[in-house]
């Protein structure tokens, strides 16, 4: 016992010690990383070559030979930088990377859902001083779309091509269900019904379902958002949660039909069965699902992994009780941020620069296998160079882009915890394991209290 | 003289490279997070000393105490389920017959499995629409549950994937089933013992520093169950995923613990998170070890 009671007085001795001098030492490491300085510095060229390193959330195999090719050029007409890319690297690796130390000087996500709460957390840094420069024409941006990366009056994010979605829906699955392939669902109620005609349910397995609230993009959060279609507020001005209002209970009341309809183990077995989105096997290719709202992307998907498939693509439907949201959709895609560490920005802004040429931007959208529509009016404007490569279906999507005015998220200070415990909040409604008022009520009280914490 | 000195410091000379690398890159850290358990701390700006309030908001937060549970539910019932498994299965595979060495192997291989790869295999083999479990009950009539996709039947999933990758635990009982002396057995046989009797009275007490030994890499394991629950709990869409999925029902601590770290930034909370982890394995191991100490005298 004696002999015990020394060991543990000993151990923690050193624990005393170890913490003390570690608790002195971990202060000064955890020093606040300095913006670096952004304007341009009046020094002698720079004899050793400057490497500009940008990170990417998306895989090479969609962007890689058009960022490549870019990169390659720029690399020539400005022979004392070196643009190196980084693939599938997951944002969590990102923000580690910046606390050690080690950010790249530019990454790229998916969307500019973090765009508030990286700003906050004081991960990213603003590009305002470089906008002023005016190397980068902020008004051919299309209207709206630096929206959702300004957060308190600085642009943290620039987009970089962007996503529209729409109602998809196989003709062919229609014609069999005794639906007019050319009449589509114009309100929601209507797709409710289209998708119920469309439903094929076999000895209480479901065979194929006309709609799905929750498949492939396509969520009450997120990029493809169908919360935008019933005019619901996400973010209030002052960057605080918006799931008070209403609308929102008319977005999941509307949503979680056909949980309610089938029976959530029935349509949680259906969808464990389908293949992997963007594939030959997914759902829309192979005759599951008969109608998605989905990007531009999926016309080339369909294009390369089921040819034949006989689609039609149209606005998605909206709420009968709000006309006035007929031509509205939502609007955001790829976002390029500058980390506050990175060692280079005044090159990775050059780099910037010349990807925002119009030709260049058409590169990346048009002729990448991934698909996307251009963020900027000039490159919308030279569709036709690559209208060959591309199905007449995507010019729907560029008319749109150039003429209507879409919805565009706005960003908050807790605009990634906001879409987390709203997928979260979707699983529960949708399962049935709590009614929509209540789930509601408490997502929203939850995100206040994080908002008010920050 | 000199000679002494050089052989006392000779050997802390060959332990310098692995003591530098402790000191470095365990110690430091750990006791680095310690501090953070006691401040706010987002990376990007310096801690702020927030004393115990990290503790307290864990104690008030729901999801904590959902993680909590699901660790515990997976660490109570399947570490003894895992044990119990691998006990039986050694005992089977001690004997001498046919083929005893490739079955040995084949129980074995599945832990030489990267869990990643395990995981996803029994993604599959647990599928409710196309798994071969599902298809297998469908034969006999049985409609299957839909494992990963519900949360009452997750959990009971994943202990079937435990128990598959419990070849490590089966080859630590064959080495000690071998170690343990004949004559023992056949003194019991002569005195008229029964196969059961000489397996309860001989067998596993004598496997019983086996079964501790065991028991603690199992119980460290299933605290800090991460890998096989992240890779099933991203569900097979696109977008946004939810971790965790379904209902949190996967949602196991030290999951919780990186997504607080470094999706939501707050590394002094996660660092709280990490000492009540470490300070609760730690009880449980002395526990264990006092208790066996205890049955040894």
Redesign the interface.
Known sequence: MNKTLKTISGVMLI?ML??TA??SK??PT????QPQPTQPQPTEPPKAKVTVNFWFAGAEAGVGKEMNTMAEAFNKEHPEIEVKFLWETP??KF??A??AGNSPDLYMTYGPQATG?WAT???IAPFDEFLNRGDIDVNDILPGLLGSTTWKDKVYGLPYGTDMSMLYYNADMFKAAGLDPEKPPVTMEELLQYAEKLTIVDGGNIKQIGWLP????T?V????SITVRFGATFFNKDGSPGLDDPRWVEVFNWAKWPFDKYGV?NV???????G???TAQDPICTGKLAMIYDGEWTVLNIKRNCPDLNYRVVRFPYPTAYPDLKDNFEMGGSTIYMP?GAPHKEEAWKFLVYMMKPENIDMFCLASTNGNIPHSIKALKLYDNYKANLPPDFKYFIDLALTAKPTVIPASSIS??F??EL??LE??IY?G?IGVEEGLKNTQDTLMGIFKEK | MRKGRVDKLLPWLFLSPWLIGLVAFS??PI??T???SFTR???????QWVGIENYIKLVHDSVFWKSVGNTLYLTLIGVPLTLGFSFLVAIALNRPFRGVGFLRALYYLPSVLPPVAAAVIWAWVL????GVVNNALTLVGIQGP?W????NWSKPGLLLLMLWCSGYYIIIYLAGLQDIPKPLYEAAELDGASRIQSLWYITWPMLSSVTIFNLIVGLLGGLQYFTQAYVISTP???????TG????SLLFYAMQL?ILA????KMGTASAMAWILFLVSAIFVALLLRRHEWEGE
């Open positions: 624990v170890v913490v570690c608790a971990a202060t955890a020093k606040p990383i944002t969590e923000l580690a910046g606390t709460s957390a004081g991960a929750n498949y492939g993009w969520h959060a997120g990029d493809g183990d949680n077995r259906l969808i464990s069965g389908f992997e989105y963007g506050s990634d915890e879409f987390s997928m979260k699983e529960l399962s394991k | 110690l430091y006791f680095a310690l501090f953070y701390y987002d990376f990007f700006h310096p801690p599928n409710p629409e196309h839909n990963f996709y519900d949360p097979n869409t696109a977008g946004v995923a939810v999925a379904p209902q949190g990186y470094f999706k939501n930034l």
